[in-house]
């Protein structure tokens, strides 16, 4: 099986590093092709109006100068030719993607560029608190999550979203397949200060912003200290609205 390995935080980043180690336990032909630098919060972005770089980094190992979608699409283009991956990771994002932030997340949007060529791909995130930073649960819990979704057929444009608990590896309860949840954002932080010119600028921040634990939710499965397992579809039609509109637009 051949994989191929993306995600938003570069190709340096940690939690990479433990997305490889899970690849490796599932095959020996992987590839990494990963934004050069930080793409945090970069969505589903294409770069149209500035070249992008590819780098080697070593034997199937390589950074792009854009986004996670550039990553995946530069990666499918160009290094791919032969034959396509028959798997796309992406991850492990430091912090969790869960709920509505799917639309903001570059580790989720890297799996849906994988998606959209037709090729199985699913995004892992790893949770983190206050109190510190680990991927342990990532770490352990990796392998038992992916395996048996590569098994899986799923249907086209589907991507599946993985969120690992902010717990060492052996308090986690369990895997949860969940639907996703929702955030309230109104109470999302903006912080205004001026540059050294008088100049204001802002910086955004969703620190704040609460939770909706409903239940079945991934916000709920994290919150209850399981893995959330979430299958996405990039069909974004609200099919059940149709008749209604149409009726307003009938002869």
Not at 157 to 162: E, M, P, Q, S
Request: aromatic share 6%; charged share 25%; proline share 5%.
């Amino acid at each position: 099986m051949r994989i191929l390995l993306s995600n938003d935080d570069g190709i340096n980043a940690p939690g990479l590093a433990v997305l490889e180690a899970i690849a490796r336990q599932l095959s020996d032909d992987v590839w990494v092709c990963a934004p050069a630098e930080e793409n945090s919060g970069a969505g589903h972005s294409l770069t149209l109006h500035l070249p992008v770089r590819l780098r080697e980094h070593g034997e199937k190992r390589f950074s792009v100068t854009g986004t996670p979608t550039d990553s995946v699409n530069l990666a499918l283009r160009k290094l791919f030719a032969d034959r396509k991956p028959d798997l796309v990771l992406s991850g492990v994002n430091a912090g969790e993607n869960l709920g509505d932030d799917v639309t903001y997340s570059g580790t989720v949007s890297a799996a849906m560029e994988a998606a959209l060529a037709g090729i199985p791909a699913i995004a892992l995130s790893q949770a983190f608190r206050e109190n510190g930073s680990s991927f342990s649960a990532a770490q352990e819990w990796g392998l038992r999550v992916v395996k048996p979704l590569v098994d899986v057929t799923m249907a086209k444009r589907r991507v599946i979203n993985v969120n690992f608990p902010a717990l060492p590896a052996e308090n986690v309860r369990g895997i949860r397949v969940a639907r996703q949840g929702f955030h309230d954002y109104a109470r999302g932080s903006l912080v205004e200060a001026e540059d050294p010119r008088g100049r204001p600028y802002y910086w955004f921040g969703l620190q704040d912003a609460e939770h909706t634990l409903d239940h079945g939710t991934d916000l709920e499965a994290i919150e209850d200290g399981y893995v959330a397992v979430t299958p996405l579809q990039l069909d974004l039609t609200d099919h059940g609205a149709i008749g209604v509109l149409a009726e307003r637009f009938a002869d």
